[in-house]
C-alpha cells in the first residue's frame, strides 16, 4: 500500500465542470509534486511545491490549478478541462526539493474528460 | 535536447532467469538517479536508487549499475518472479533540484 493516498481514484467530468484531486501524505515530507500520465507513457511533471510553496510549474495551463493548503496536502484544483487533458494524474513527494531522495508516489487519479 | 531513453521497450523471460533493464541517459550534469516499478492500476512504486558518486548499488534481488562514461544505467533483477512483470522506468535529476526526468519504460513480462 502508497503513503500517498489521492482522491478520487476515477473521476468522469465534463468540459465545463469544476472538480478537485486531493493528495495526502503523513510522511512528514515538505516536497510534493503533480504529474500527468497518458497511456503507455512515462510520468510527465506539472508543479512541485517545496515547504508549502509553488517552485516550480512546468508551463500548465491556467485550468489546471493547484494548491498546497498545509505541508500533509496538496490539491489540483480542474476547470474547463478539454478530452486530450484526460490521463492519469499522479501525486508523488519527498523529504525535500533537494533533488537526490525518492519521490514516492501515490496510485493517482484516473480521469476522463467528456 | 536531454533525454532519458531506454534500449528496449518490451522483455520477456523466463521465470527464475536473470533480467537486466538497461537505460541511457543524455545529461552528463545528472547526479541521481531512481528506478521506478509501475503495476498496471498503480502509481510509480520506487526500487532502487543511485547517486553520481558511485558505480553500483545492491538491494533485495535489484542491483543498479550506473556507467558515467557512456551515459548508462541499467537494473538487474535476480531471479525473476511473475510479480516482477510491471513496467519499468528510470529517471534522473537534472537541473533543477526537484526535477525529475522518466525514461520511456520498459515493460518486463515474466513467463513460467
Known amino acids: 500500500d502508497t503513503e500517498v493516498t489521492q482522491t478520487p481514484k476515477h473521476l468522469v467530468m465534463g468540459m465545463t465542470n469544476k472538480k478537485s484531486l486531493k493528495c495526502e501524505q503523513h510522511m512528514g515530507h515538505r516536497a510534493m509534486y503533480w504529474y500527468k500520465q497518458k497511456a503507455k507513457k512515462p510520468p510527465e511533471l506539472m508543479f512541485v511545491?517545496?515547504?508549502?510553496?509553488?517552485?516550480i510549474n512546468e508551463s500548465v495551463p491556467s485550468r489546471f490549478s493547484p494548491e498546497c493548503p498545509n505541508s500533509s496536502l496538496l490539491n489540483l484544483h480542474l476547470h474547463a478541462l478539454q478530452p486530450e487533458d484526460s490521463a492519469l494524474y499522479l501525486c508523488a513527494s519527498s523529504q525535500e526539493g533537494g533533488g537526490s531522495q525518492p519521490q514516492h508516489f501515490g496510485d493517482g487519479t484516473r480521469l476522463s474528460i467528456l | 535536447g536531454e533525454s532519458v531513453g531506454l534500449h528496449l521497450p518490451t522483455l520477456s523471460v523466463q521465470e527464475g532467469d536473470n533480467s537486466i533493464i538497461n537505460c541511457a541517459y543524455s545529461n552528463s550534469a545528472s547526479d541521481y538517479f531512481i528506478w521506478y516499478k509501475q503495476e498496471s492500476g498503480k502509481g510509480p512504486q520506487f526500487i532502487i536508487d543511485?547517486?553520481?558518486?558511485?558505480d553500483k548499488r545492491q538491494g533485495q534481488r535489484v542491483t543498479v549499475l550506473l556507467n558515467k562514461t557512456v551515459k548508462h544505467l541499467s537494473l538487474q533483477i535476480a531471479a525473476t518472479q511473475p510479480g516482477d512483470s510491471a513496467v519499468y522506468f528510470c529517471?534522473?535529476?537534472?537541473?533543477?533540484?526537484?526535477?525529475?526526468?522518466f525514461g520511456t519504460g520498459t515493460r518486463l513480462q515474466v513467463f513460467p
Open positions: 511545491y517545496s515547504y508549502e510553496k509553488l517552485s
Open positions: 529517471a534522473e535529476n537534472i537541473g533543477s533540484p526537484d526535477k525529475l526526468i
Open positions: 543511485i547517486r553520481s558518486n558511485m
